[in-house]
């Protein structure tokens, strides 16, 4: 049975830190793209950071304040996001992409609240 369970979202003041992590179970994550989205309301879900081996890639938006990692031992993909503004505010989501196949696989989400 695939699972991604995220964790770590919460209510932060603007300028404060969370960290994310996701962690999978069910098929070969080594394997797997994995990525952050974000969605808000009324809005398209959209893509955050990626990691593909040793390989990132971000958003315009949140470059220089989000780390993607990864930990192929643990399954798990984590976001640092540091400086963190209201317009982060969102419900974010952990994908696994598999290239080959272009199967998907989405957890439930965790919601982040920016807000003084």
């Known amino acids: 049975q695939v699972q991604l369970v995220e964790s770590g979202g919460g209510l932060v003041q603007p300028g404060g830190s969370l960290r994310l992590s996701c962690v999978a179970s069910?098929?070969?994550?080594?394997?797997?793209?994995m990525s952050w989205y974000r969605q808000v309301p009324g809005k398209e879900r959209e893509l955050v950071a990626s990691?593909?081996?040793?390989?990132?890639n971000y958003a315009d938006s949140v470059k220089g304040r989000f780390t993607i990692s990864r930990d192929n031992g643990k399954n798990t993909v984590t976001l640092q996001m540091n400086n963190l503004k209201p317009e982060d505010t969102a419900v974010y989501y952990c994908?696994?992409?598999?290239?080959?196949?272009?199967?998907?696989?989405w957890g439930q989400g965790t919601q982040v609240t920016v807000s003084s």
């Open positions: 994908k696994a992409f598999y290239l080959v196949t272009q199967r998907s696989y």
């Open positions: 069910g098929f070969s994550f080594s394997a797997y793209i």
């Open positions: 990691i593909s081996g040793g390989s990132t």
